[in-house]
Structures are given as structure tokens and as C-alpha cells.
């Protein structure tokens, strides 16, 4: 049905051209899920937006050819009239988008953003637009539709748009389907719900899809033949249950390989009874912080969010502590608590049997040199006007005595330590990739020979290789200096491959903690057992 | 009404107080000593002349100038209850220095009073007879007035009683001397050292707001009398308000009806040299000064050797019919207003079209628009129904900001036509120091802007759901 030929795609003039997608060539049936795999920056969104001419035709040149056969005729959507491309967009190929907040206009009503679609391409009256968004809102399994239909884009949840973005997208009957990563923000236990409810939707409208989606796990669940791509060009193609089975790229097996489940690391620490009567390095009793709001204007008085709610935990010398739990549960909030850069409203902390709290005179920052966290997207935690190399010296100059030689040669060595050059040094963060800026990130809270580092999220935001090669560095660091630490995480997968212990949070509370292995085998909550229900 | 909503109008209101406190200060001020120049041209008093001083008391009383400036007063305890006039400042000094010294207000106060009431009675006198005793005696009180704080005065009470000259004003000499023993004999200086707030509902600031022997107030719309000319200040800016506002606010109508619609078609049409001409055409127009424009084009259509369309001042034909009509008479302003108000215009325009259309293509890569256009609408509906609609509050709140602007820049366009507007009269005042009239202009622009201010966040908040509470 929509058959890509010789597709390329290539941004910029002259010298500054970078091609981004290659030569590619694939075919999508009617009815068949396709999926398009492939780490960042392989050019999957970039594909998808090159067959809907949706790219900015002033900096990018689409190249080749996507034919897309109509009920009657074959249309090359490259050399197409907008006009023509007007028609086809929304009606016969549909999209749905990674972001489902930004995807919506923020002041109009959601509702009527997608009735507009059924306006335009089927020409029914804003009457019979309303009746039929209301029966599709009961498809996507939305309660309560005639109140949704009015709301707006900013008092929905991420789920509730989502299932919004699946009734816009199915409202004309199209017969190609574009997801573009469509549960990569959301939530875990969301994303296994709307996954099956798109599987549904497609089956039972007979539609051709086309998913992309970085996560191998999504992509064997949902599709019938999947692509694999690198740097622009596609690496292997064949049936779903073939390539997880006999992978015969090179990349493609790498790719399964760094699957956190597949993994093997050496970072675990094995109990024994002896290290049980340590004393504990962290320690959290009661933990709380709550967030002030006015309910309305004329009351004087102020209701309170709890973000954390009576939190209490112990961290063993060199164990490593999961912390679990979907978005909004509180998880930041407390990696924050615990290093005290936000005060507590109620409970103590104590490192080492010393109280510590934010409000203590800047003096007594004694803690700080002790407990060090390392940030879920290092170019937000990177000053971007500074060289990584005085970036990673920072916490030397606060906490330690060397003098200029001594100190650059102590961030050499570091830089080494994890895995990058000394000519690093004088780089800035924007010419490292994701992944050598995590590493400069951990260099720079590793340093000072911290007791405990926690890591928030640290590895989330990051490919599934890079994902692997952290971990393992972190592993490795370990190993040669031992660090107690806390690692933060949504994905349990992740978090069953490097904790001892396991913390389960929601809505800032913690309801269940345990050893790893007898938490996600044998959970006792039925939040739990939902989450680990949720792995796909 | 939503919380932020209500903390910002809460906020304006307040600075409603502080605008009308602030132009409070600026009429009571007067340059030089006002009543000395009124007491001057109405009286026919010479300066050195005896009762002057009695007669500017007098006129102090009348006018309400004697009264406190405020509801509030921190002084020290010596100092509250008691609130007298003197009409020079060496008197006001020798005053305080008493109250400081003796700290009993009250006796402090009845002394003074005693020597101005003295005085008084030595001025009658002095208009009958005109004898050197009292000339003598006088100039006793001035000392004690003067000096009396800093000086031993039981010397001054014996030299009164030797001089025999003096022997007909005894009664008048043995009532200051018994005042100033009852104020000697028991001081409390210590009251000179305790903090204190003194309160009268009697003030300056009480009649100039609710109406007193100057104005009727604040509340009935007076806002007192010109210094120099007497006139009434409201009657005097009535018709200026009204030129100044209706050529603003017309201009800006105009400028963003115009402007926004314009921004949003060159967006649409994503035409590449179109969209550099209205650049060009925004940074000419937002980079030339107004007096610049202003003569540009009264060099062009005003100028008897190039084209003389337009007159070139003023707002109407001179000598005009009191007796058309309205209309009549608008139509016959038309060809006056045309120059002034592309004046006001240009730059405003150039201002709407160039942020327009920075803040629309800014939206225009946002993820909702290639939603928006993954949904197969055209360009022409992206544009005005999806990111016109996110682009408008931030609009209008620019806006808000660019009206004192609006203001400032009349100053030079009315005075270049001759408009007889708010502008010509804010130039005219702060050339004579007329502090009066400049506090009412001081209030009714402030007071413009806030309001200005208030009906933009509540636009705002009209078109952005995002501030209004959610419906759950």
C-alpha cells in the first residue's frame, strides 16, 4: 500500500549538508504493523515526517520516492501538491506524536481540535462532529467523554491525551497509521494500556501502522516485521519473532545484547548476616516535604501537596538502594531530601549518625562532600558556557586544597577513569554526545571520593547502548572505590540489575521495601505486582 | 476569580493608593513660598510691613495650610496634640527647640499661643496709636518668640519690669511671664525622647481628598486650582484628556487591527521577499524617532512647494461655526488629525506587525502546529485559528507596556501639530514649576496606565485557559 523507495533525506547547503536518512526503501501492506527501530539520531521521526511532507522544505531536501496507493489511484507523495497532501493527511495516513501535551493546542479545547479533523476531511456539521468525537472518546475507553470534550490539553493527564491523539487519529478511517513513539512519556502502567488499545484498534479497523519506537520491548510486542536503522540507513529487516530470535546484524545484536534484561553486571553487592550489623551510612526518619497552594482567594489558609510523605529508609556501607515508582510519585523530590538541597518540612536525616539539614549554617556543609548526585539529563546539569574540564574541578576548588597543577591533573586522571581522553578537557558541554556528558557528569560527583552518590533517573534518558556502557562504568568505578549509593529509576528492569534492596513509591509514599529478588518475585502489594505487570 | 487574577488586580489597586499619595505630595508642594506670593498680589502688604505676619497666619487658617499634612505623624511624645502655624521659620524653630528642652506640650503650646495672641493685640494697637512703646514692646516679643529657647529668660521678664516705658502692657507682660513659669516649672524632657504617633482626622490630605476649603476633593472629581491663572484645574484638562486619549487609543485600534492580521498573512504565505519588505519596513519604522517622522511629513503634505493637502496645525478650521453639528464639526477635523495620528500610528504599527510576527513564527514549530498540519489543515487555518489564538496573550500584554510610551511620545507629536492635548499641558506646567497642575496630570496618567494594566491581565486571562482554574 505505501511503498518508500530510495528515500533520503538531507539537512542543510553545500558544505554544511549532513544527510540523515539514506537510500531507504521499504514496503507496508495493508493491515500489517511495521515497526521502525533504532537508537537516537537514526532518523526514524525524520522518516516519518519525510512520507507526510512534513518537514520545513527551506532547510531540508526530501529526496526519492514514497508512492502511496488510494482506494483507486498510486500518489508519489514527494512531488504532490500541498493540496493533494492536504487531503491525504489526517484522512488516509494518520499520525499520532511522541508528546501528547505539546502535540495539542494549549488554548483550545481538545474536543474541538479533533472535531476540526472530521470538519475538514469528511465535511460533517460541527453538530454531528461533536456526536461522532463523543462515540470515538468511547472507543479509546474515555468515561465521561461530553465533560472531556470541552477540557483543555493542560487538565488532562498524559494517558487521557494519548487516548485523545488515538481518536483523532482513527477518526476518518485512515489506512496507514504513523506512531511516533507513542508511549515513550508516558508512564509505565499507562504505556502497557495504550499499547493493547492501539493493537485493538488496528486490528479491528484493518489499518496499516507503522510504529517507531527506540524500545525493542514495544516493538516485539506490537508488530508484525520491524526495520532496524543506523545513521540513515536501515541495518537489518524481517519478521518480528525472526529478529529477536536470529539477529544477523552486527548492530541489531548489540542492540538485544544492551537490553537491560540481558545484561550482566558485577555491581551487587552479595549480603551476608555479618554486614547486617553495620551501621547504616544514610539514614531517613519520617521524611517529609510538603508544597504550599491557596484553594481559593478568600481564605487565608493553605492546603498542602505532600510530595513526600513520612519516608523512612537505611542505606548499608557500599549497598545500592533502589528507589521505584511512576511519575509524580515523590522519587526526585526525595533524592533531594536526602542530599538536603531542598529543606524538609518534618523528619531528619542523618549521614553517619550526624544530623543534617538544609538550613544548617553553610560551614557545617560537611555533607556535601559526602553525598554527591548525579542528574537524569546531563545537558540541563552542565553549565553550557563552561569547559567540561573546569566543570568537573568545581567541587575540588570548593572542597579541596590542590593548587592549579595538582587539580588538573586529578581531572585528567578522572577523565580517564571514565572512559574519555585528557584532550576532553577543554570541550564544551554542546561537542560531547549524550552519553560522554553523563560520563563528565558522574566524573565530576565522583572527584571528591564521595560515600554515597545518588543516581536520579541517571540512565533513563539515554540509549540503550549508552545505557549499557554507563551502567557497566558505574560497575567498574565500584569496584576500584567503594560507594554506597541510591539509584532512582521507573525502569525495574534497571533496577533489578543493579540494587540490593528496593524501595516501591507512590504518591510519596513508600509501600513496600525489600530485597530486589523477593520484591519482584514475590511482591506483596497489588501496586507492585501492577508494575511489574507493566514490564513488557 | 482565579488567584493570580486577583493578587495582580489587588496589586494595581494598591498602586492606585501610591499613584494618588504620590501626586498628594506634589500639589501640596509649592515653589518658593506660595503664600507669600499670594499675599503679595492680593493684599498689597509689603513685605517688611508689621502684621504681616498676622495676616499670612490668617490666610494660612483660611486655606487650611496650618492644619497637619497627613492622618499619621511619628514624632516624639513632646510633640503630638498640639499643632500650631508660624509664619517664619525661626519662630517654627525656637518651637521645637522648646519642646525638646521642656518636653510639656501642652504649656509649650498655651506660651506660643499667649505671644501670637499678643502680637495680635500689640497690631490693633499699632493701627490706632502707633506709638515707639509699642514698637519697644514688640520687639521684646519677637526676641522671646525667637529666642526664647536658648536664652535665660528670667533676665528677659526683669528688663520687661525695670523699663518703665513698658508700664501700660503689665497685664499683657504678666500673662506670658505666668504662661513661661508654668512651662519652666515642671520640664519633662524625657518626652522629648519617646516615639509617638500622632493622629488628626483634620488634615491637609483629608481635605484635599474628601474636599475642604480649597476643593471639593479628590471624590468629586476636583482636583483644586492652577496656582498662577486660579482656574480650575479639572475644567482646564477636560478637553485635553479627551484629544490626548481619543489619539491614543485610536491609535493603538488601529496599529494592532492593522498590524496582527498583517503579521499573520505574511506567516501564512510564507513569502520569503514579502516578509523581508515588512521587516524592513518594521525596523524603519520602530528605529525613526517620532519628531523625525513628524516633520518628515509635515514637510511632505504640509509644504506649499510640494504638496499642500494637509494643514499643518491645530485640530480645527479657525474661526469654525459653533453652531454645526457634531458631525459637522469632526468632519470639518478630519483633515487636521490625519498627520498627527499616522504620527502615532507608524511606530505602534511597526511595533505590532514585527512582534506578531517574531511571537507567530515562533509558534510555528511547535509541536501542535505540525500536528496541525498532520491533521491535513491548510496553512490559512493553521495560522489564524491555531497559533493566532496562543500568540494573542502575550500580545496584549506587551501592549500594557508600551502605553506610558504612548504618552511620553504625545509630549513631542502635540507640541509639533499644536494639539491642545495632555502633552502640550505636561510641558507647560514643569516650565512653571505649576505643581498643582502637574500632580492632577501625574494622577490622571498614572491612574490611565493602571487601568490599562488591569484590562489587559483580565483580557488576558479571558483568552488563556491556561490561568483559569481547572475545571475539575
Known sequence: MLSVKNLSVAFGRGTNKTTVVNDLTFQI????????????????????????????????????????????????????????LQNIRGKDIAMIFQEPKSAFNPVIACGKQIAEVMMKHEKLSYKDAFEKTLTLFEKVHLSNAKELFYRYPHELSGGQLQRMAIAMAISCNPQLLIADEPTTALDVTTQKVILKLLKNIQQEYQMAMLLISHDLKVIEHMTDRVLVMQKGRIAEENNTNEIFKNP?????????????????????????????????????????????????????????FEAVK?????????????????????????????????????????????????????????????????????????????????SIEEPLIAFEKYNDGERKAKVEEWLAKVGLTPQHYHRYPHELSTGQKQRVCIARALIIQPDVV??????????????????????????????????????????????????IMRNGEIIEQGATEKILDKPISAYTQQLIDSIL | MNTSLTKKLAIY??????????????????????????????????????????????????????????????????????????????????????????????????????????????????KKYNSSAIEKFSGYLQFIQKNSASTNMDSVWTMTENDHSLTEF?????????????????????????????????????????GGPLSHGLIHLDLGTSFFTGEKITSLLKNKIAWSLGFSLTAILLAFSIGIPLAAWIVSKKNKTLDKFIRIFAATGYAMPVYLAGVIL???????????????SGVKPIGMNDNVSIAGKLWASVPYLILPLICYTFSLLAFAVSTAGELLQNQMSLPYIVTARAKGLDEKTIVYKHALKNVLPPLISLLANIFPAIIGGSVIIETLFSIPGMGNEIVRACLSRNFPLLSAIILISGFATIVMYALVDIAVYRLDPRIKPSAA
Not at chain 1, 555491581?267 to 551510612?281: A, D, G, N, S
Not at chain 1, 540512565?459 to 567503594?482: C, F, G, N, R, Y
Open chain 1, 29 to 84: 501492506a495493508k493491515g500489517e504493523a511495521l515497526g521502525l527501530s533504532g537508537e537516537s539520531g537514526c532518523g526514524k521521526t525524520i522518516t516519518s515526517l519525510a512520507i507526510l511532507q512534513l518537514l520545513n522544505k527551506e532547510t531540508s531536501a526530501v529526496n526519492g520516492e514514497v508512492l502511496f496507493a488510494n482506494n483507486s489511484s498510486t500518489i508519489n507523495l514527494i512531488s504532490a501538491s500541498e493540496k493533494t
Open chain 1, 310 to 390: 513520612n519516608v523512612s529508609f537505611e542505606l548499608l556501607p557500599g549497598e545500592t538502594l533502589g528507589i521505584a515508582g511512576e511519575s509524580g510519585s515523590g522519587k526526585s523530590t526525595l533524592a533531594r531530601l536526602i542530599l538536603q538541597l531542598i529543606p524538609s518540612d518534618n523528619g531528619e536525616m542523618f549521614f553517619n549518625k550526624d544530623l543534617i539539614h538544609f538550613y544548617h549554617h553553610k560551614k557545617n556543609y560537611f555533607w556535601r562532600k559526602k553525598i554527591q548526585i548525579v542528574f537524569q539529563h546531563p545537558h540541563h546539569a552542565l553549565d553550557p558556557l563552561m569547559q567540561v574540564g573546569k
Open chain 2, 13 to 126: 489597586l494598591l498602586s492606585g493608593v501610591a499613584v494618588i499619595l504620590a501626586s498628594f505630595f506634589i500639589a501640596v508642594q509649592m515653589p518658593g513660598d506660595a503664600l507669600d506670593n499670594l499675599l503679595l498680589r492680593q493684599e498689597k502688604v509689603s513685605v517688611s510691613s508689621y502684621d504681616y505676619e498676622i495676616k499670612k497666619i490668617e490666610m494660612a487658617h483660611r486655606m487650611g495650610i496650618d492644619k497637619p499634612l497627613f492622618y499619621f505623624r511619628m514624632s516624639s511624645l513632646a510633640e503630638t496634640g498640639y499643632e500650631i502655624y508660624f509664619a517664619t521659620e525661626t519662630k517654627k524653630d525656637n518651637y521645637s527647640k522648646l519642646l525638646r528642652k521642656y518636653g510639656n506640650s501642652k504649656e509649650v503650646y498655651l506660651f506660643a499661643r499667649n505671644c501670637q495672641y499678643t502680637d495680635e493685640v500689640l497690631s490693633g494697637l499699632n
Open chain 2, 170 to 210: 503689665r497685664p499683657l507682660t504678666n500673662m506670658l511671664k505666668h504662661s513661661w513659669e508654668k512651662l519652666a516649672e515642671q520640664p519633662h524632657s524625657y518626652r522629648a525622647y519617646i516615639p509617638a504617633i500622632s493622629f488628626s482626622a483634620d488634615n491637609r490630605f483629608n481635605d484635599w481628598f474628601f
Open chain 1, 454 to 503: 545518588v543516581f536520579d533517573e541517571a540512565v533513563s534518558a539515554l540509549d540503550v547502548s549508552v545505557q549499557a556502557q554507563i551502567l557497566q562504568l558505574i560497575a567498574q568505578l565500584k569496584e576500584k572505590t567503594p560507594f554506597s549509593s541510591i539509584f532512582i529509576s521507573h525502569n525495574l528492569e534497571v533496577l533489578r540489575l543493579v540494587c540490593d534492596r528496593l524501595l
Open chain 2, 298 to 312: 509635515l514637510f511632505l503634505f504640509s509644504n506649499p512647494d510640494i504638496l499642500n493637502i494637509f494643514p499643518s
Open chain 1, 248 to 304: 544477523v546484524s552486527e548492530y541489531t545484536k548489540s542492540l538485544i545484547a544492551n537490553q537491560p534484561s540481558n545484561l550482566n553486571l558485577k555491581i551487587k553487592k552479595h549480603q551476608t548476616e555479618q554486614q547486617e550489623t553495620l551501621l547504616p551510612v544514610i539514614k531517613a526518619n519520617n521524611l517529609t516535604k510538603r508544597y504550599p497552594f491557596h484553594k481559593s482567594v478568600w481564605t487565608w489558609k493553605k492546603e498542602y
